[in-house]
């Protein structure tokens, strides 16, 4: 077309002009085009302008009015900047504009708006190198763009980029996106051939096909989803039926016409009819007839689309009258009179030869026709009188009175029901689709073509009401908004199949606005106050001894209750009081907002502290009661201790801390001797008899030192005689300390004493030979020694009796009141916990003075001075009165319409306590809880529709009617309808939308009646069956009457037809009862009712175990195995038994075992007990703490052993043992001996003995010395003193030295030994330093009785020598040395906090309404989760039991009966299905079985949820030989796009589809298209496509498509990866025994092996060789043979043998070899290797072997052993 216009336009358009002059213009143009544009580029300038970017927008105001600037330079061509006057200045850009200076708050100004995105392109679009991919996987990559700008927020004007990108980056422009991948449409397999559509000449079998899944993305369209097959299932006898009558549908509804229209009409008519002939009136009505069917025709597809879409209405508005005659028939303009003329013509002529015959009832009619007319007559002469006689008044009257009755009538104009009529075409149709003459379809009668309809109105509505107040009167912001309603009233029923009715309230919220509007009433939560602190022993501290835990301290719970009030609000003072009482009402919880206080918490205890006292001292001198008041001669010797650690509750609680002895000669003041001075002897001598001077200090009895002249009473000490030793004399030690006293006080049997000794240390001259040699005369020397005795003195000590007195106290009493102080206590409410005092009172206790061991003596007897107090002020704790809110409102009482069963339900309130009594306050009412029954209220509150009573059935007027046979009878099939009204409960009048709201669907309006002929016979209807006396016994009956003229026909009078009374036997009902479903929960009975013998309370006060009780349902089934009601078993429905709850038993550990001795003796060490499991906890117990390997839990505390407690008492040294006697000088050498003891250490010094091993052995004395006894006249010292100490740091450099001093004078020419002794300091010998050592944390202690909470962790505090050696403490505090370290630390124990849980829920609803599964769901949750050792949480948070089982019953359709049209062969018809009630027992596992319509009497007619019930249905029956449109099929199940099993992103969607069926091959061309539906839908699944394949057979095989739910598709899987089915051969295979491989190669049969040319082609196939192994059984298992073996010769292989033969084929059926050969092949060559390599080795002569010793051969063994005992 292209090429032809263009050639064809060419000479038009050059028309007149020379064809060479053009050319000649052509080329001057484009020589000066070209020389232009030469002299433009040699031209092009040197210099240009250049600019830099704009710089930022500066100006002082925000907005537009800001400058930018920017550089601009001039440049050569080549890029290098020149002066700016060689550029040309009327091109130099602008250096400076205007701009818009950005401010932060145009933030709030301006914003991006963003586009939607563009379709997704394909990248390989945009780029010219990318291709696009062969096959698609998971779909294309493609790029989409969308708009960005900056635009003004208030009116969305652009603006400048700028402005946003100041804030905000610029969004991106375009984004990656995927395409997905055509999907081909997927179709089901077909269904199996139906029967031929003939039963006799050539018809049509269909089969069909469904979709699964539509094309998408550009996928390939659908196949056809029918296939055709011709059938002949014979030759018809006498020719085959061409013709079929056919209805049309009905048509629209209308209003007879007016009488005068109907008379006007019929003059024309009459003639028509008798201008009419015969051929020429079934041409026309057969043409009129096509034409009538093309509306029909038409109106068929939406029709059926209409119905199967779910009534889905369509907006194209010229369908809509087609539509609404498919719905029902609504009121449109009658149809045209021709039609129905036309109907009666076609009528007439047809009924031609019928009327012939039944001309003798015809005339009978006729007759009785006329006598009808006449009566009629007559009755319109009477009227006429009647209307004579009334005035125009009267009538008027008349008139309003029946148009007031007419408004007034039940249902009013809502339900104005209008009855017309409608007609239907009949049609005579040809099997090719064409519509021929009525006369040609033999029939004896044709159908009805009208019948009474109701002509179809929509629902009207008034206008909207205006809008109610708001349910909400208050302002409350925060608070859940008010609601506020409008409602339109029906003003006219749907009729008819009319439009529903639409929403008639809508709500919207609200909230009123506005000043006058008061403030919502608040509502907060309020607690009670806290109970008392409850403490749970821990596990690890669990004792028997134990039982009474009321002194348990430390960590614990306490609760509280939550409840709602009112929140208070500023009231006047006078109504203050009313108002605070009301605010503390408690209300519903569901009024307050937020998340309610907790209603636990921990506490703690404080633990008590018990009285620590330190030991006693030693016993004071005898002294004064008073030293003030010395009268009395009497005194009191006291010992006194100390309070270490203060008590709670102060120090009464402590025990004495004095005690008394009585004694004589008193003294307040003495004086105590501090040292005595050197022995001075007397007259100036050198030695000799002399005196010690005493020093002397004042002290008190206490031990104080006082001025001296407090102790100017007492006796001064005297000096003491001493002697200073010659040097002849006897030299002696000094004397040692006083011991202490051996008993505390004198008795009778026990007298105090202590001893003092001293040792010989040098005997006089003369001494030693008096004493070794007895027989050598006595000569003259110094002062002789003592004897023995006289080295050891012993005085009486503590000679007072052992008679001790204390004062004993008793327990403070009660505080009382003091009543000689004004009271002031009154009942104030506080708060547990505050420290407030009312008044001040008085507590006694009761002092007596009590003798140890003894008992109480009299009051004299104690010093007077040391009396406690027996009297003291307490201050009196506030009484605080019970205080307990206000009752509740009462619990709101059930439905009564809702409770099926016959108990009174009870409705509650409770008044909470908010403080507890105590201090003597007010108590606690007894009854915080009161019920009462409900009042049933008399009218349940609903509304129900009242039907009135049925009006007259109305026929087809007769005007229509007419010309049918018997239409002069008033009788028939008609219509009748009834008013409908809406009534409350009680009966009153309701509005109708309350009906429409709140009542089940409105009953129709109206029915088809039928009005029964003079030759009908009428009667009554049935009767109900009479009552059985008992099951399975007699019979019951039930009856009818005729009616009317009835009872006089014979005819009606014939039992056999009309029945007028049935029979049946009286059902034989047995009945069984089975349990059903599992075992309930236990469940323990509710209260505390058999609390003692049933169960424990082990969560708080929630009985957790015990005995209870489980169920298990009843159901009961009648002989038919139909589920019938319990109370038909007598059963109540459940069986009930004995259950146990086990109680949890917790961890149990045994008593600790007694501490362990202190790991160390001298300073810090560790002492442990421990406990270890004796139970192991089950059934929810409480938690074992930690164990270790053994199952042993211990507790470690540090200890601190005193290293002076064990300390070594030395006695004095022996008498000297000489050994080498010096006869002349007395002296020698010798030996000393003394005893060494361990000794505990006391306050009053060492007391008993011990074992040696308790003290330290390092610092254990000498038991014996080796030294020489001196001379007279030597020099004697006295012993060595201690060393001093060596100064710190040690060092060799420094030295330490001891002294003693001389107790004798040497004599003359003779010195003294040097009384000084040094050494050097040696570390760690004689020289040690110190330090301290730090201790690890003890474990967290806590005090006696608590069990958690907050303790002490304490570490100790060793003195370490620098030999690792723990000493005394002082040593390192004498040093000075630093203690940096905390010795304390606080510490937590956690507390065991037990689960506690809430109540229980009350019982749910039943889950299921009837049938078996129903159950009954209570609930509780977790106040209190538990924490450490506490007891956790029952698993069990949740209890069922099962509900009573009911039989369910439900309304359920039958089938659709078949598609059949009245009176004709086809065309427009009915189907029919009935509702019927069936019973179940809902497990959905047994069949429903029918019963009694009766026994739903209670269900709302609704069928599967869908309260419009649908009985029948307009369908169609296809003519023979039309082609037509299958039923939609169902909605397939819902697929999504995926890959893999993964969705890719493009949702889920479900198809429908419609197939084409024929039924005679001629028609085929008319069928109409195949019709496919899809639609979007949600949570859809991922299926998968995979190619499966059949085994071959020959040359083919079967291949197809499989879906992965196993489902056989056409279309899904990749037509690029379908296997082949077809594996031909070119050439063929024609050798014998030769087939085609799947590799498309011919090859050999089983048992064959190829024989194939040089060019590869099969030769031929030959027979592979066998080899037979014989059985056991075969006769010649002698012989082995190899024959040729038939393998297409069964029967020639011995039974038994299969199995035992292998074939040998080496070539596949390419021709090549097989791999096996290769590995033969290679076996063979490498066996054949081996044999060749033993041959040689085998004939090869050995070597000599070399000699080698025995030790070399060993040597590598010796080295090699590495200790093993086994070598």
């Not at 009204?981 to 009680?986: A, F, I, P, T």
């Not at 009667?1019 to 109900?1024: A, D, E, P």
Request: proline residues 8%.
């Amino acid at each position: 077309m292209g090429l032809a216009g263009r050639a064809a336009g060419t000479p038009g358009v050059l028309k007149g002009a020379p064809l060479p002059s053009l050319w000649r213009f052509a080329l001057l143009f484009f020589s000066i085009w070209g020389l232009d544009a030469q002299t433009a580029g040699e031209s092009k300038p040197l210099y240009i302008w250049q600019t830099g970017p704009w710089g930022r927008c500066m100006g002082s105001d925000c907005g537009p009015g800001g400058s930018q600037s920017r550089a601009v330079w001039c440049a050569h061509s080549e890029g290098w900047t020149t002066l700016q006057t060689n550029c040309n200045q009327a091109e130099r850009p602008d250096n400076q504009q205007s701009c818009f200076r950005v401010c932060d708050w145009h933030k709030d100004l301006y914003d991006w708006q963003l586009g939607a995105w563009n379709q997704c392109l394909p990248v390989s679009m945009r780029s010219a190198g990318v291709q696009r991919p062969a096959v698609c996987t998971r779909g294309e990559e493609g790029i989409q763009t969308r708009e960005v700008g900056c635009v003004q927020k208030a009116n969305g004007e652009p603006a400048e980029d700028a402005i946003c990108e100041y804030f905000e980056p610029k969004p991106r422009l375009e984004q990656a996106c995927l395409i997905p991948c055509p999907q081909d449409c997927v179709v089901s397999e077909f269904s199996p051939w139906t029967p031929c559509s003939k039963t006799c000449g050539i018809g049509l079998q269909n089969r069909i096909r469904f979709v699964l899944a539509p094309p998408l993305f550009g996928g390939a369209a659908c196949p056809n989803l029918t296939e055709f097959q011709t059938c002949q299932p014979g030759m018809c006898e006498g020719g085959e039926s061409l013709y079929s009558l056919r209805v049309g549908p009905w048509g629209l509804c209308s209003v007879p016409l007016p009488r005068q229209t109907r008379q006007a009409d019929k003059a024309p008519r009459d003639s028509d009819r008798r201008s009419r002939e015969g051929g020429k009136l079934s041409k026309e009505g057969d043409k009129q007839s096509r034409e009538g069917e093309k509306q029909p025709k038409d109106s068929e597809k939406p029709k059926r689309d209409k119905q199967s879409k779910g009534g889905d209405r369509q907006p194209r508005e010229d369908d809509k009258q087609l539509k609404e005659g498919d719905k029902k028939p609504k009121n449109k303009a009658p149809r045209d009179g021709n039609n129905r003329k036309l109907g009666r013509a076609n009528r007439k002529q047809a009924d031609g030869p019928s009327r012939q015959a039944d001309r003798p009832k015809r005339q009978k009619k006729v007759k009785n026709k006329e006598k009808r007319e006449k009566m009629r007559e007559k009755a319109r002469e009477r009227l006429r009188e009647r209307g004579k006689v009334k005035d125009p008044e009267t009538r008027e009257l008349i008139k309003k009175k029946r148009t007031r009755n007419r408004q007034n009538r039940p249902g009013g104009k809502l339900g104005d029901i209008q009855v017309g009529y409608q007609t239907r075409e009949v049609s005579c149709v040809h099997k090719s689709g064409t519509v021929e003459a009525l006369s040609l379809c033999s029939q004896e009668s044709l159908p009805v073509t009208f019948q009474a309809c109701v002509i179809s109105k929509d629902c009207d509505v008034t206008e909207w009401s205006d809008w109610s107040p708001c349910s909400k009167e208050c302002y409350d912001p925060n608070g859940p908004k008010g609601e506020r309603t409008r409602t339109r009233k029906v003003s006219q029923f749907p009729i008819g199949g009319g439009g529903d009715c639409p929403e008639l309230e809508e709500k919207e919220p609200c909230s009123p606005q506005g000043d006058a509007v008061p403030p919502c009433i608040m509502y907060s939560w309020k607690t009670t106050e806290w109970t008392e602190c409850r403490v749970d022993v821990l596990l690890s501290q669990q004792d028997r001894r134990r039982g009474n835990q009321t002194g348990l301290c430390g960590g614990g719970t306490q609760t509280r209750e939550v409840y709602c009030v009112q929140a208070s609000a500023d009231t006047p003072a006078n109504l203050g009081s009313l108002r605070s009482k009301e605010a503390s009402r408690p209300v519903d919880s569901d009024l307050c907002l937020g998340i309610p206080p907790n209603t636990t918490q921990l506490c703690h205890i404080s633990c008590p502290v018990e009285c620590e006292v330190s030991s006693w001292s030693a016993w004071g001198p005898c002294t004064y009661e008073n030293c003030q008041d010395q009268a009395a001669k009497k005194g009191f010797k006291l010992r006194k201790r100390k309070i270490v650690n203060e008590p709670t509750g102060g120090t009464g609680n402590c025990p004495h801390l004095v005690e008394a002895i009585p004694c004589e000669d008193p003294s307040c003041y003495d004086w105590l001797v501090v040292k005595l001075d050197e022995c001075v002897p007397d007259n100036d001598k050198q030695c000799g008899p002399g005196t010690q001077n005493p020093q002397v200090q004042c002290i008190t009895s206490d031990g104080e030192y006082m001025d001296r002249q407090f102790c100017r009473d007492a006796i001064l000490p005297m000096p003491a005689i001493c002697e200073v030793p010659c040097p002849k004399d006897c030299a002696l030690s000094p004397w040692t300390s006083w011991t202490l006293c051996s008993h505390t006080c004198s008795g009778k049997n026990t007298e105090g004493k202590q001893t003092r000794a001293r040792s010989i240390l040098a005997y006089n001259a003369g001494e030693a030979t008096a004493k070794m040699v007895a027989w050598i005369t006595v000569m003259q020397g110094g002062i002789q020694c003592p004897n023995i005795s006289s080295l050891q003195e012993v005085r009486n000590c503590n000679y007072h009796p052992c008679t001790v007195y204390h004062w004993q106290t008793g327990p403070w009493g009660q505080c009382i009141e003091d009543s000689s102080l004004p009271a002031g206590n009154s009942s104030i409410g506080r708060v547990r916990g505050d420290d407030v005092s009312c008044s001040v009172g008085m507590q006694t206790r009761k002092v007596i003075c009590v003798r140890v061991n003894v008992g109480q003596v009299p009051p004299k007897k104690c010093p007077e001075s040391l009396r406690p107090d027996t009297v003291r002020p307490c201050l009196l704790p506030c009484r605080r009165d019970c205080i307990v809110t206000p009752y509740s409102d009462w619990s709101a009482c059930p439905s009564a319409c809702q409770s099926g069963g016959s108990n009174k339900k009870k409705q509650y309130r409770k008044r909470t306590v908010i403080q507890f009594p105590a201090n003597g306050g007010q108590d606690c009412p007894e009854v915080l809880n009161q019920e009462r029954e409900c009042e049933a209220p008399s009218v349940c509150k609903g509304f129900r529709w009242k039907t009135h009573k049925w009006r007259r059935c109305q026929l087809v007027p007769l005007s229509v009617r007419q010309d049918s046979p018997g239409a002069q009878e008033t009788c028939g099939p008609g219509l009748q309808v009834r008013a409908v009204s809406c009534r409350k409960q009680d009966g009153g009048q309701a509005d109708v939308e309350a009906c429409l709201k709140f009542a089940s669907a409105m009953p129709p309006l109206t029915q088809p009646c039928q009005l029964p002929c003079q030759e009908d016979c009428q009667l009554s209807s049935w009767s109900k069956f009479s009552s059985c006396t008992a099951d399975c016994v007699g019979v019951r009956t039930r009856k009818r009457t005729l009616v009317g003229k009835s009872k006089k026909r014979d005819q009606c009078k014939n039992t056999q037809v009309y029945p007028l009374s049935e029979t049946q036997y009286c059902p034989c009902n047995k009945y069984n009862a089975q349990p059903v479903g599992n075992w309930s929960d236990c469940i323990l009975p509710e209260g505390g009712r058999m609390e003692g013998q049933l169960g424990m309370k082990v969560q708080g006060d929630i009985k957790e175990c015990g005995q209870g009780h489980r169920y298990q349902a009843m159901v009961c089934y009648n002989q038919d195995n139909r589920i019938v009601e319990t109370s038909r078993c007598n059963s109540h429905g459940y069986i009930e038994e004995a259950c146990i709850i086990p109680c949890p038993s917790d961890c149990k550990l045994s008593e600790w075992s007694n501490w362990s001795r202190c790991s160390k003796s001298c300073g810090s060490g560790v002492k442990v007990r421990s406990k270890w499991l004796r139970e192991k906890p089950y059934n929810g117990g409480r938690p074992c703490p930690k164990l270790d390997h053994v199952n042993q839990v211990y507790e470690v505390v540090p200890c601190l052993s005193d290293c002076g407690q064990y300390v070594w008492v030395a006695e004095p040294w022996s008498v000297w043992k000489v050994s080498n006697v010096d006869l002349k000088d007395n002296c020698g050498e010798g030996v000393q001996t003394r005893k060494v003891r361990c000794m505990l250490n006391t306050i009053d010094g060492p007391s008993e003995q011990v074992e040696d091993y308790l003290c330290d052995p390092e610092e254990m004395p000498l038991g014996a010395r080796n030294s020489r006894l001196p001379c007279p006249e030597d020099c004697v010292l006295s012993d060595w003193g201690p060393w001093s100490p060596c100064l710190l740091p040690c060092s060799e450099n420094s030295t330490r030295e001891r002294t003693a001093f001389p107790l004798r004078q040497p004599g003359d020419d003779k010195q003294c030994p040097p009384t000084k002794e040094t050494e050097p300091c040696k570390l760690n010998s004689n020289c040690f330093h110190y330090s301290y050592n730090i201790t690890d944390w003890s474990t967290c202690q806590l005090s006696d009785r608590a069990v958690c909470g907050n303790g002490i962790k304490t570490r100790m505090l060793d003195c370490v020598r620098s030999d690792s050696k723990s000493v005394d403490l002082k040593l390192c505090r004498e040093l000075g040395l630093e203690r940096k370290w905390q010795m304390n630390a606080t510490c937590v124990v956690e507390c065991p906090v037990n689960c506690q849980l809430s109540d229980w829920s009350a019982w749910s609803e039943c889950t299921h309404s009837c049938g078996l599964k129903g159950k009954l769901w209570r609930r509780r949750t977790v106040i209190q989760a538990p924490q450490g050792d506490g007891r956790p949480c029952p698993s069990q948070m949740e209890q069922w039991k099962p509900c009573l089982v009911k039989p369910c019953y439900s309304w359920k359709y039958s089938a659709w009966s078949e598609c059949k049209s009245e009176g004709a062969r086809c065309g427009e018809g009915l189907r029919f299905r009935n509702v019927s009630c069936f019973v179940s027992d809902g497990s959905g596992q047994q069949e429903s079985s029918l019963v009694d319509d009766e026994l739903c009497g209670d269900q709302e007619p609704s069928v599967d949820g869908d309260t419009r019930v649908v009985l029948q249905e307009s369908c169609t029956v296809p003519c023979p030989g039309e082609c037509y449109l299958t039923d939609w099929t169902v909605w397939s199940p819902c697929q999504l796009s995926c890959l893999n099993g993964d969705d890719l992103g493009f949702g889920s969607v479900q198809v429908r589809s419609r197939a084409v069926v024929a039924q005679d091959p001629e028609n085929l061309l008319q069928c109409p298209e195949q019709e496919l539906e899809a639609r979007p839908c949600t949570d859809g699944w991922c299926f998968e496509y995979k190619w499966r394949t059949g085994t071959w057979r020959g040359s083919s095989r079967q291949v197809w498509c499989e879906r992965s739910d196993g489902l056989n598709v056409t279309g899904g899987c990749l037509a690029t990866a379908q296997p082949t089915a077809d594996r031909s051969c070119d050439p063929p295979c024609t050798k014998p025994r030769s087939l085609c491989t799947e590799a498309g190669v011919c090859g050999c049969e089983e048992g064959y092996t190829e024989v194939m040319t040089s060019d590869g082609v099969l030769d031929q196939c030959t027979v592979i060789p066998v080899l037979e192994i014989p059985t056991a059984g075969d006769n010649r298992a002698d012989v082995k043979t190899i024959r040729a073996f038939n393998p297409t010769q069964p029967a020639a292989s011995a039974p038994g043998r299969a199995g035992r033969t292998w074939f040998l084929q080496p070539f596949s059926p390419d021709g090549k070899l097989k791999t096996w050969v290769y590995g033969v092949a290679a076996g063979a060559f490498v066996l054949l290797i081996f044999i060749i390599s033993m041959t040689y080795l085998a004939c090869k002569k050995p070597k000599k072997p070399q000699r080698r010793q025995m030790n070399n051969r060993l040597k590598p063994l010796t080295l090699a052993y590495d200790g093993d005992a086994d070598m």
